[in-house]
């Protein structure tokens, strides 16, 4: 029997139980560095399987950890996160979610589901592969600074040092039973942008007499844009945006301070950092020529998330072994942020789509309550990642 045939006979022997596993964590969400019962369920399944592992990264961060033949041969990762969000569920789905105004919204309880029948069926084939094979479930990629970092700067590859790592998600548009793939740079750098202008306010039917800080925020706002169109190269794809306006006054107040909160999105590390210079720079000279001050709290958030080309190919072959050509897919980039760049800045790594769209009725988008994957996606999710890192631990 070949190893795809195999594999996939293995999945489907274990589909009732990655169900199970995916249903138990979406009923049960937990937000970021919260994720307690989620962390002890994970460890109970990895318990039942044989499998050993390392608990407490982060709080609730664990490291699984199979050997197969010749343990220092070679080790690789497999990543899934745990974490869910802030949002009330409206699914109406049987195994919705108890836990009030907590929801799986964006997949990450397949995530983990995938990563444990993947385990199941790897840690069933150990004496088929050589080298040891990791298991990150990793809290908090939702919250910066990202569970992705936290984990490595507590040591969770101290002792065990990926020669490369995978990584997935979900996407909502893409047709189940496929899988997307990018080579290079795929997701963007995300930094939050805070600023405070600072003035003299007071009555709106005086303004001669006052800063206005209101009329300087918004000069800042669109003076900022030009970032964008006219110091950041055009081939550089670049987004800044602010979705957060206070100007706590009133309708005959200039309040003495205005907050702007917004996002930055880049591909480029280099002008990842010019950019958040160059925010400072237009920002206080707009406010001091009007008599204004400005404070910043610009907070690095996760890195470009960068996967290596020659192990992203072999990938892609994988796909087309496990999935079909006709189902894997080539992926453009994507402006959304991910802490998996935190591990891509340190080793190589594959992060990549599968498909989760309902064959029938409304899929909804990621960060909604309405959000609802087709169920149907699991087999191929956990199917493909144990492919590919048997595929990986047989080379």
Known sequence: MDSTTKIKALIKENL???????????????VSFNENDTSIYVQNQLKEMGISFTAGFVKTGILGVIKGKNPEKRTIA??????????????CLPFASKNEGVMHACGHDAHTAALLGAARVLNSLKEEWEGTLLLVFQPAEEVHPGGAKLMMD?????????DLILGQHVLPTMETGHAGFKEGMYMASGDEVHITVKGKG???????????????????????????????PAQIPTVLSFGKVIA?????????????????????????????????????????????????????????????????????????????EENTEYMDIRMTAEDFGYYTQKYPCSFYRFGVKQAEGETGNLHTPQFNLNEDSLEPAAGLMAYMAYRFLTE
């Open 78 to 91: 497999l990543r899934a996160d745990m974490d869910a969000l802030p949002i009330t569920e409206k699914t």
């Open 202 to 232: 007071g009555h709106a039917a005086m303004p001669h007499a006052l800063t206005d800080t209101v009329v300087i925020a918004s000069q800042i706002i669109i003076s900022l844009q030009q970032i964008v169109s006219r110091i950041v």
């Open 154 to 162: 507590e040591g969770v590859f101290d002792e065990y040092k990926p």
């Open 248 to 324: 706590d006054g009133a309708t005959n107040v200039i309040p003495e301070s205005v907050y702007i909160g917004g996002t930055l999105r880049t591909m480029d590390e280099k002008w990842r950092a010019i950019i958040k210079q160059k925010i400072r720079e237009i920002a206080n000279s707009i406010a001091n020529s009007m008599g204004a001050e400005c404070e910043f709290d610009i907070k690095d958030g996760y890195p470009v998330v960068t996967n290596d080309a020659d192990m992203t190919r072999k990938c892609i072959s994988f796909s087309h072994e496990y999935l079909g």
């Open 16 to 30: 009732d139980k990655i169900i199970e596993y995916r249903r138990h964590i979406h009923e049960h969400p937990e």
